[in-house]
C-alpha cells in the first residue's frame, strides 16, 4: 500500500499525477453535463449499494487520508466518480475485449485478466474483502479503526487477503480508480471544487499560456479553470 502519510502526500499527488499524464487514464470518461455537483453526505449512489458505499467512503478516505495540507479523496468526492463510471460504460466494460482465457498471474501490460467486468468486480470483491476482515477482526471493512484499516488493505495489495483469483487485482483496480477520481475534470464526479488541481498548482483546461513561454522559474499566479469554464 502506497505510504500516504501527510508528509508524504504531495510527493505521491505529483508523481501519481504525472504519470497519469503521460499513460494516459485507465478508463474511458464520460460526462454527465446535466448532474451539478452535490455535498458527499447528500448524494444518492447510482450503482452502489448501501454497503457497498460505505466501503467505498472507507476505503478510499483511506487510500488519500484528509489527514495533512491537501484535500483528501473524501473532500474530492473520488467516491461519487468511481460510483459513476461502473455506472456508466466503464462499469460494463462496453468496449472491452473479455473473450478468456484469463490469467491473473499476467502482468498489467496484459491488459485485463478476468472474465469480470469492473463493476462485477466491485460487486464481488467488496462482501469477498468484507468476509476476510470479519474472519480476522470480527468487523467488516468500515468498522474498523482507521489503524487496522490500513493493515488490511496491506494485506489485500499483497495478496495476503485471499480471494478468488477473478478478485484478485481488486486493490490495484480500486487504487487505480481512486486516483483517477482525484485528478479528473470535476465534470466527472471527482475532483471537487477543483481542490486536486489546486493543491498541486495544475492550471487545468486554461486555454493558452503564450504570456508564460518565456517567464522561467515564476510561480504561475493563476487557479485551474475546467473544461467546462467553471474557475477554482
Known amino acids: 500500500m502506497p505510504d500516504l502519510r501527510p508528509h508524504s502526500r ?3 499527488l505529483l508523481a ?3 504519470g497519469m ?3 494516459g487514464l485507465a478508463v474511458p470518461l464520460r460526462a ?6 452535490v455535498q458527499l453526505d447528500k448524494y444518492e449512489p447510482v450503482y452502489f449499494t448501501p454497503d457497498e458505499w460505505s466501503f467505498v467512503l472507507a476505503a478510499t478516505s483511506r487510500l488519500i487520508p484528509s489527514e495533512g495540507d491537501g484535500p483528501g479523496a473524501l473532500e474530492a468526492h473520488v467516491p461519487v466518480f468511481i460510483d ?7 462499469g460494463s466494460a462496453k468496449d472491452w475485449y473479455m473473450q478468456g482465457p484469463h490469467d491473473p498471474t499476467a502482468s498489467a501490460d496484459r491488459g485485463w485478466q478476468s472474465p469480470l467486468n469492473p463493476a462485477e468486480l466491485y460487486r464481488k470483491a ?8 470479519e474472519s480476522r477482526w470480527n468487523k467488516d471493512f468500515k468498522s474498523l479503526p ?12 499483497k495478496g495476503e487477503a485471499k480471494l478468488a483469483p477473478e478478485l484478485s487485482f481488486f486493490f490495484a483496480t480500486l487504487l487505480s480508480n ?30 493558452g499560456f503564450t504570456e508564460w513561454v518565456d517567464q522561467h522559474n515564476v510561480k504561475y499566479p493563476l487557479g485551474p479553470v475546467s473544461i467546462k469554464g467553471e474557475r477554482a
Request: proline share 6%.
Open 10 to 12: 504531495r510527493t505521491f
Open 16 to 18: 501519481s499525477s504525472a
Open 21 to 23: 499524464a503521460l499513460t
Open 32 to 37: 454527465n453535463a446535466k448532474e451539478a455537483a
Open 84 to 90: 459513476r463510471e461502473l455506472a456508466g460504460e466503464y
Open 126 to 133: 467488496i462482501p469477498a474483502f468484507n468476509a476476510w476482515c
Open 146 to 157: 482507521p489503524e487496522q484499516q490500513d493493515e488490511a488493505l496491506t494485506a489485500l495489495q
Open 178 to 207: 481512486t486516483k483517477e477520481g482525484y485528478f479528473a475534470d470535476p465534470m466527472y464526479g471527482g475532483n471537487y471544487g477543483m481542490q486536486s488541481w489546486s493543491y498541486i498548482g495544475f492550471p487545468g483546461a486554461r486555454a
